[in-house]
Structure formats: structure tokens, C-alpha cells
């Protein structure tokens, strides 16, 4: 049986393009070995991402991802087992929201997103409770108020 777990996270201040472009490297060096496959979505500071993969694996790597200190305040959504991995063929897909896209571009945004979201055969609550937080990051810029 396959696992999926969803998180989301704070990007520290000052992360740069070179420090999700290493992110994204170590995924396509690391994933397939491990078999895990997901989604890393990036917009204003922000992440969510879900992985997919043996339970045991995917609870290590995110072990590994929680402490990274690119992000801070990382919260797991969901998690739990899927018959269907969503991104079979992806080793990490990688969505940034980019300013413009939100400004200019939005309902388009949204409809792609949507495609990538309908795209799921048999969606579970983990998977949608990623594609709720993408929206949530598109629609709020960002998932966490001051305190």
C-alpha cells in the first residue's frame, strides 16, 4: 500500500531561486532511488508539498525535510495510505506561483492547477487537503498570520 503525506512551511527570510533549485536537485537525485514521488509548491515564501511513496520511506524523508533550515514552521495537513500515487510519473513536480501569474494571470493559474488536481483517479483526503492548500497559498499569499 502507498503513503502520501502532506506538509506545509514558512520558507526562511531570504530564500533565493539557487536555494529551491538545490531543493529541487536533491529530489531528482534521491527520489527515484527511493521511489517517492510528489509535488513541491512554492509562492511568496511559502510551501506546501505532498510526497508519495512506502510509508517507512516517505516518513524518513520527511524526517530529513523538517529539519532543513530552508523553512521554518512546518506543519504536517495530512497523511495516510492511497491505493494511486498522484504524480506517478514525476519525480518532484515543482510548481512556483511566480507575482505576476497571481496578478496578471490568476484564473489561469487556477485552471491549470485544477487540471493537475483533476488528474487524480481516486482522490483521498490527503490529496485533497494538498490541493486545498494550494489554493489557500494562491488565494492568501501565505497560510500564516503574525503572532
Known amino acids: 500500500m502507498l503513503y502520501q ?6 520558507a526562511k527570510p ?16 534521491n527520489n527515484p532511488r527511493d521511489e517517492i514521488t510528489g509535488c513541491l509548491v512554492y509562492n511568496e515564501g511559502y510551501f506546501v508539498q505532498l510526497l508519495e511513496g512506502e510509508k517507512e520511506v516517505v516518513k524518513e524523508r520527511f ?16 497523511e495516510g495510505e492511497t491505493l ?6 514525476w519525480k518532484m513536480a515543482y510548481i512556483k506561483l511566480p507575482d505576476e501569474a497571481v496578478t496578471k494571470m490568476e484564473s489561469q493559474v487556477k485552471a491549470d492547477l485544477k487540471v ?4 487524480a483517479e481516486r482522490p483521498n483526503f490527503t490529496s485533497k487537503v494538498f ?13 500564516f498570520r503574525p503572532q
Do not use: P
Request: charged share 35%; net charge negative.
Open 116 to 119: 493537475l488536481e483533476d488528474a
Open 14 to 29: 531570504g530564500i533565493k531561486a539557487e536555494d529551491i533549485n538545490a531543493i529541487l536537485q536533491q529530489s531528482e537525485a
Open 63 to 78: 524526517g530529513i525535510i523538517e529539519l532543513d533550515d530552508r523553512h521554518k514552521r512546518v506543519e504536517v495537513l495530512s
Open 131 to 143: 490541493w486545498y492548500n494550494v489554493y489557500t497559498l494562491l488565494e492568501e499569499k501565505g497560510f
Open 84 to 89: 494511486d500515487r498522484m504524480f506517478e510519473d
Open 5 to 10: 503525506l502532506t506538509y506545509r512551511s514558512e
